[in-house]
């Protein structure tokens, strides 16, 4: 049973551009969410993702987008690539509440 | 916002227990707990429900005292592989699916 699989597994950008990143969810799984973590620190909830509408979001600019597609699958977009974005990115499905989540083993984005 | 853990790291002989702590300064719905090895996804441990809970999986267990809006990590007769950093993640309510992360605790097992 294939866990929860990102791609591309590494990235690199140069500042202003734009970027998608890629997440299918473990099987059975039906919500996705985004996670940035930077070097040493816990991860940070970016937005989570049910029945293809954005849920939640956390504290991250409008520059951070992300889709679901009807097969539970979703993207993050990030435009106009800062320095300060480059982190690991990670994806993480659940199903329902209360389940705990399965992650990906996440997308190094470099900014340079 | 952000819940505190402690210690921040910890060093112990195979064989030898530990306690994490979780401590937050807002009322929880729930605790998760994961544990992150060096270059590799968060593996997810156990959740716990308000309502005051202890959990057991093998010799890795956790309580959660909601009045205190603490939790605790107990890890028993460590083994080399629960090396990694333990990060605690919280959620604030049932209609709350951000998960708040913990800036984790680092664990190194020597044999």
């Known amino acids: 049973d294939a866990g929860v699989t990102q791609s591309p597994t590494h990235l690199i950008k140069t500042r202003g551009q734009q970027v998608t990143l890629r997440c299918s969810p473990k099987?059975?799984?039906?919500?996705v969410s985004w996670y940035q973590q930077a070097l040493g620190q816990g991860p940070q909830f970016i937005f989570q993702?049910?029945?293809?509408?954005?849920?939640q979001r956390g504290n991250f600019p409008d520059r951070f987008s992300g889709h679901q597609f009807p097969n539970y699958s979703s993207e993050l977009n990030v435009n106009a690539l800062l320095l300060g974005d480059s982190a690991l990115y990670l994806c993480a499905s659940s199903f329902r509440k209360n389940y705990g989540y399965t992650f990906g083993s996440g997308t190094r984005l470099t900014v340079v | 916002q952000q819940p505190v853990q402690s210690p921040q790291a910890v060093i112990l002989r195979e064989g030898e227990d530990a306690v994490i702590n979780c401590s937050s300064s807002k009322a929880l719905y729930s605790v998760h707990w994961y544990r992150q090895k060096h270059g590799e996804a968060p593996v997810f441990l156990m959740i716990l429900l308000k309502g005051g809970e202890q959990k057991g999986h093998d010799k890795i267990s956790a309580s959660f005292n909601e009045k205190k809006q603490q939790s605790s990590l107990y890890l028993t007769a460590s083994q080399l592989s629960y090396s990694g950093t333990y990060f605690c993640?919280?959620?604030?309510?049932?209609?709350?699916?951000?998960?708040?992360w913990g800036a984790g605790t680092k664990l190194i097992i020597k044999p």
């Open positions: 993702y049910y029945e293809e509408e954005e849920r």
């Open positions: 993640g919280t959620e604030n309510g049932d209609s709350n699916y951000q998960l708040i």
């Open positions: 099987s059975g799984h039906d919500t």
